[in-house]
């Protein structure tokens, strides 16, 4: 079959030059225009080229179906010169030139060989979509490329990236190539949300409305597998005779070939898809799309330590991508359950799975790959460091990782198979107790949606597909077999538990979970998070869980995935798990160190007692924590306030925290309690400074004010209006200058001969000569018996009366 006349063939002679000139690219072509299928067939007659042609696919339906397409436009099968590899099927032989892979496989590819020896070029399509292994690829591909490979070519192609953002990364002379592409006519109608309505009945109406007035297949977007089975029955109820389509992941090959094509009988099809057939796919006789506008996608959670699927509104960018497949073979139609007005605030562009993922499969590559530090590969956009440090924590904790960040010779184990870290290490324990391969089919069902029907129960999942028949059903089978067979060969057999739920708790230590209450509705993880479970599940019974997958964010996620745990597996298999601790916790309203000694599973408590004999040094730390975030429990706050104020720096709270262990150490050893007498504190702290700032501190902040008649006054540095005395009126008299703390004006707070509040002053003088005249008045009515004299400053001081004052000649 040849070729047909494509788009893209416009632009082929450029890109050919460019790469006959460099050894990197970047293709920009819209939907249609025949890149995925036309490109890596030109590149195979270069003289340059002289082994195979990579071509990266998002999917695995995609990457099939490509090379599919390939193969019938050579008039050939697939796995003669075109082949494709996924993880569940492939077909490709010594003949294949043109090798079209996942994203994953090419990752596994380059770690486990950098050179690509029989490579020529690697293409990465659909490279908008910014899956993990695309950004990883890339990354590595370019560092092979500068260190190994100078003559590997490496072309970006997709229909809506940036390609000069694209140029940059690939070289400051990587040229940008763009296709115009088939532009057919392509009109939208706006349906408008209906909030009120479930997504699945929301589509029902809508697709039936497109069904009823445009003609050609129908291809709908749904976010996932589960509305797309309940749109799929309502829709069967009213068009039964209409062939009504899933196409997903969890669909047979076969299924998703008669998806893809047009129907045998001619009839108009109705085809219901995820976000796999945004990109990549061309669905023969699809005129019309009517999108839900929602995607789902996996987002890692950090604290929790676990990803959850989310359902977002879909990017303008991936709504451009649905409504073109109406558009690809001629004009065509999109129904949007959306309006207009809002479309302008859905986010320009879905966030790299990089920002969102968990990255301890991309740490576990770059450490196999050689690199301790992902920043010095070139990425589109670099990976968190949050997202980095969080595995490289779970990785040290696996075993995987040393401190260095290297792999440890568990961890080459682990790199050694090609599924994600904690999936291998379970099947290496498996492998371990003689069950690798039961290990691996369980591991596959956390993978693999689908296989072994649904429900929470991974082993009763288990079970169902180990009987299951079918072309996917064999190919996980054989999947698993040849990871069980990799990991035997890599591990000594040294175990003997019979439950392949124990191979995945040991790999996923902090899933294991505990029932809380007689319901079996809420759990606690050895990792310290909450999680729910349908009380109605055969698993609500179980008193302990090992959690495979769970939906949802902080408290509360939903247990969607589990196996059961024995009692008895918890005491046998996973004693290494437990620990025995002291606890210390804070009895806040006695002031005391309390300590317990637990044995625990992480944060599951499994008993707990008195610990008669605590660890003293870990006492005395939490003590001198406690004492620290209140000075003020054992030690004068107006110790603090006077040093704060002659400016004594050895005594300020941040300089007595950092040199707690030198005075206030030795006071709380041997304690549980802060009952330190205030005595013995206040010389530890003054023991801290020199005969000088005690001096100091005496002289510039002084611990009283002795009054011209000879009383004695404490000095308030605490307060806002601080230094502050307060002091008896008649004490005053025969005082003319305002007294001075230092250079600051102490403020008098005059009281009455029975001590009650007059005024307060930091300008005696000029209270002498203003306002006593009126306070005089006021005093002399309510103690006729004192001196109120007119000029007090040309008084004698004495609090005495004005007889007891004459009688001892004042």
């Known amino acids: 079959m040849s070729a047909p006349d494509l788009p893209i063939h416009a632009v082929l002679p450029e890109l050919l030059a460019a790469l006959r000139a460099r050894n990197a690219a970047v293709l920009v072509a819209p939907p249609g225009a025949g890149k995925t299928t036309a490109v890596a067939p030109a590149l195979i007659d270069e003289e340059w080229f002289s082994g195979q042609v990579i071509v990266t696919s998002p999917r695995r339906v995609a990457a099939r179906a490509a090379a599919e397409r390939m193969a019938q436009m050579l008039g050939e099968k697939p796995g003669e010169t075109v082949g494709y590899m996924t993880r569940l099927d492939s077909k490709v032989s010594a003949r294949t030139r043109i090798l079209v892979v996942t994203e994953a496989i090419l990752v596994n590819r380059l770690v486990d060989d950098p050179e690509l020896p029989g490579v020529s070029a690697l293409l990465f399509d659909e490279a908008h979509e910014r899956h993990l292994d695309s950004d990883l690829g890339l990354a590595l591909a370019l ?86 089975g309940r749109t799929r029955e309502r829709l069967g109820e009213r068009l039964p005779d209409v062939p009504i389509l899933p196409l997903h992941g969890q669909v047979e090959p076969a299924d998703q070939r008669a998806a893809i094509q047009r129907d045998p009988d001619g009839r108009r099809r109705i085809v219901l898809a995820t976000a796999i057939a945004e990109t990549s796919l061309t669905l023969d006789g699809v005129s019309v799309v009517v999108d839900s506008g929602l995607s ?211 790999a996923m230590p902090d899933n294991i979970a505990r029932r809380r209450g007689s319901s079996g509705e809420h759990w606690i993880s050895a990792g310290g998070r909450g999680f729910v479970l349908d009380p109605a599940s055969s698993l609500a019974r179980a008193e302990w869980l090992v959690i495979g997958d769970a939906q949802g964010q902080a408290k509360g996620a939903r247990i969607t995935a589990a196996a059961e745990l024995l009692p008895t597996d918890i005491d046998r298999h996973l004693e290494r798990l437990i620990e025995k601790r002291s606890v210390l916790n804070w009895n806040e309203a006695e002031r005391r160190v309390e300590a317990r000694q637990e044995r625990a599973l992480g944060a599951i408590t499994l008993a707990s007692g008195p610990d008669q004999s605590p660890d003293a040094k870990a006492v005395t730390e939490m003590l001198m924590d406690k004492a620290l975030e209140n000075l003020a429990a054992i030690l004068p706050e107006e110790l603090i306030a006077r040093a704060r104020f002659a400016g004594i720096g050895a ?26 007498g205030r005595g013995r504190a206040v010389d530890a702290v003054l023991g801290m400074i020199d005969w000088d700032d005690r001096q100091k501190l005496d002289r510039l902040a002084p611990r009283e004010f002795v009054s011209p008649a000879g009383t004695h006054h404490a000095i308030d540095y605490t307060g806002d209006d601080a230094p502050s005395a307060e002091v008896r009126v008649q004490a005053l008299f025969g005082l003319e200058r305002h007294p001075l703390v230092g250079d600051t004006p102490l403020l008098l707070k005059l009281t009455s001969p029975a001590g009650r509040p007059i005024q307060s002053t930091r300008d005696l003088p000029g209270f002498w000569r203003g306002s006593w005249a009126d306070v005089r008045k006021d005093m002399k009515g309510r103690y006729p018996k004192h001196r109120w004299p007119e000029e007090p400053w040309t008084e004698k001081p004495s609090s005495k009366t004005r007889n007891a004052f004459q009688k001892g000649g004042g």
């Open 651 to 676: 005594l300020a709270p941040d300089a007595l925290a950092e040199n707690a262990e030198m005075w206030l150490q030795p006071l709380l050893k041997g304690r549980r309690d802060l009952a330190v």
């Open 143 to 228: 560092e092979t490329q500068d260190v190994l490979r100078e003559d590997l070519r490496v072309l970006v192609m997709s229909a809506t990236i940036d390609g000069a953002r694209f140029g940059r990364l690939l070289g400051d002379d990587a040229p940008v190539i763009e296709s115009e592409g088939k532009a057919y006519p392509l009109r939208i109608e706006w349906l408008g949300a209906s909030p009120d309505k479930r997504i699945e009945d929301a589509m029902t109406a809508a697709i039936l409305t497109a069904w009823r007035q445009e003609e050609g297949d129908v291809l709908a977007f749904l976010p996932g597998v589960g509305e797309i």
């Open 296 to 506: 789902r996608h996996a987002e890692f959670d950090r604290a929790a330590g676990t990803s959850h699927l989310v359902t977002v509104r879909a990017s303008q960018a991936a709504a451009d991508q649905r409504a073109g497949r109406a558009a690809r073979q001629g004009p065509g139609v999109a129904y949007r359950l959306w309006e207009r007005g809002g479309h302008a605030g859905r986010p320009a562009y879905a966030p790299p799975e990089i920002a969102i993922a968990d990255l301890v499969p991309l740490l576990l590559d770059l450490a196999k790959w050689g690199s301790t530090d992902p920043a010095s590969l070139r990425w589109l956009d670099a990976p968190p460091d949050a997202s980095l440090q969080s595995a490289r924590n779970r990785l040290e904790k696996l075993g995987a990782l040393d401190a260095e960040g290297k792999l440890t010779a568990f961890g080459k184990k682990v790199a050694s198979l090609p599924l994600d870290p904690a999936g291998a290490a379970a099947i290496l324990y498996g492998a371990q107790a003689g069950m690798a391969e039961q290990v691996a089919r369980l591991v596959l069902l956390l993978q693999e949606r689908g296989l072994g029907g649904r429900g929470e129960d991974l082993l009763a999942r288990l079970q169902r597909s180990n009987g299951e028949r079918g072309a996917r059903a064999e190919a996980s089978r054989k999947l698993a077999a040849r990871w069980a067979k990799a990991a035997e060969q890599s591990i000594e057999r040294r175990g003997d538990f019979d439950s392949p739920a124990v191979a995945l708790a040991l």
